[in-house]
């Protein structure tokens, strides 16, 4: 399998969000804004949940893939690049994630 990184798959969504195309789920979901991206990103978060619980992987997988291109939808509108997110995670790599977890300002 060729390799495929998330990285390309914001660019896809880039273009197609820009794109105009009326059969394009992802230019519907930006023309349709945050409301309706982020309660798609809610409803595969669920999805990819109960397939976890279930022990279904072919379903996780599946639902992991929606999820994982709704959240960058939900990023492209917002947006908040990749790669801000992907440094955040880097710096957080240094320290347990218990650690980490009680540095963050509470609020």
């Known amino acids: 399998m060729a390799e495929f990184s998330l990285s390309e798959l914001e660019t896809i969504i880039a273009q197609r969000a820009q794109s105009g195309d009326p059969d394009s789920w992802t230019a519907k979901l930006f023309a349709k804004g945050m409301d309706k991206a982020a309660q798609k990103l809610g409803e595969e978060a ?62």
């Open 46 to 107: 669920v999805e990819t949940v109960i397939a976890a619980v279930k022990g279904d992987k072919k379903a996780l997988v599946s639902e992991s893939a929606d999820l994982i291109y709704h959240w960058l939808v939900v990023l492209g509108i917002a947006e908040v690049p990749l790669d801000d997110v992907l440094r955040e995670l880097e710096s957080r790599t240094g320290r347990s994630g218990v650690a980490e977890k009680a540095s963050r300002s509470k609020g």
